[in-house]
């Protein structure tokens, strides 16, 4: 069973990234939880991503999962939630990621948190 919560929780994390490295900021927006989707809209997922990236030169080219953990100190860890999730976005000159906190919703595993950026 725990393994189906990882796959789970990890390939949200991907899908996440890789629908932001290819534009589609509308699909982003439908990974997030509710009430992370209402303050990152498409618009601000865009935005944010774009200023990410901005020092590169081009589009992003590669979208790899690095690390998950189940269990992690800060942010705060919910009963909610399924996993964390560390995934590398790199292009011609830049690589940077996301890492994100995923939650089990009434409508499935959905992204609860997001930093941005490596570390």
């Known amino acids: ?12 994390a991907v899908e996440f990234a890789r629908a932001l490295a290819r534009g589609d900021f509308t699909l982003a927006n439908t990974l997030l939880s509710p009430e992370l989707g209402a303050d990152l809209t ?3 997922l ?17 979208v790899e999962l690095i690390v998950t ?20 976005i790199a292009g011609e000159g830049y690589s940077e990621a996301v890492t994100v906190i995923v939650e089990s919703t009434q409508d499935g595993p959905r992204i609860r948190d997001i930093e941005w950026g490596r570390p």
């Open 69 to 88: 953990m189940e269990q992690w100190q800060l942010p705060e860890q919910r009963s909610t939630d399924l996993g964390w999730a560390y995934v590398a």
């Open 42 to 44: 498409p618009d601000r």
């Open 1 to 12: 069973m725990e393994c189906n919560h990882e796959a789970s929780y990890a390939q949200l």
């Open 46 to 62: 865009r935005e944010t991503y774009e200023a990410m990236i901005e020092y590169g030169d081009g589009p992003s080219t590669d």
